[in-house]
């Protein structure tokens, strides 16, 4: 489901998938520092998240090497969301009314993209 572009992931996560229920009880979530409440909010078997450097501390070297692990692990998300972009119609401004097309248009730049990889 399409949101505007202002509104926080976290928030998004919050109404989509409800805290009371549990969504994640039985899985190992990797999250970004986009969604620190997380482990507050939901219950879940174990949460991989970065660690945050501070001007007071800065991060351990073990830290950092967790920190290189996870975005190693990231970077092929993130490369896929880019690849879905480069069909301009889920990054350019859609003026229609119905949000039906928004979710189709997504659909169908994720399945060009899979097609795109498969080959």
Not at 52 to 62: G, H, M, Q, R
Not at 64 to 88: A, C, D, T, W
Not at 93 to 107: F, G, K, M, P, V
Not at 113 to 118: A, D, G, P, Q, V
Request: aromatic share 12%; with cysteine.
């Amino acid at each position: 489901k399409y949101w505007a572009g202002k509104t926080h992931d976290y928030t998004i996560l919050k109404e989509e998938l409800s805290p009371l229920l549990n969504w994640f009880k039985n899985l190992d979530v990797y999250l970004d520092l986009g969604y620190l409440g997380f482990a507050k909010d939901y219950c879940c078997k174990s949460i991989f998240m970065p660690s945050k450097s501070k001007k007071s501390s800065p991060l351990t070297e073990d830290q950092r090497h967790f920190n290189r692990q996870l975005s190693s692990q990231r970077v092929g998300i993130e490369h896929s969301i880019g690849g879905m972009k480069r069909y301009r119609i889920i990054s350019d401004r859609i003026r229609a009314h119905n949000l039906d097309n928004h979710d189709s248009a997504l659909e169908a730049c994720a399945g060009l993209w899979n097609f795109y990889l498969s080959n």
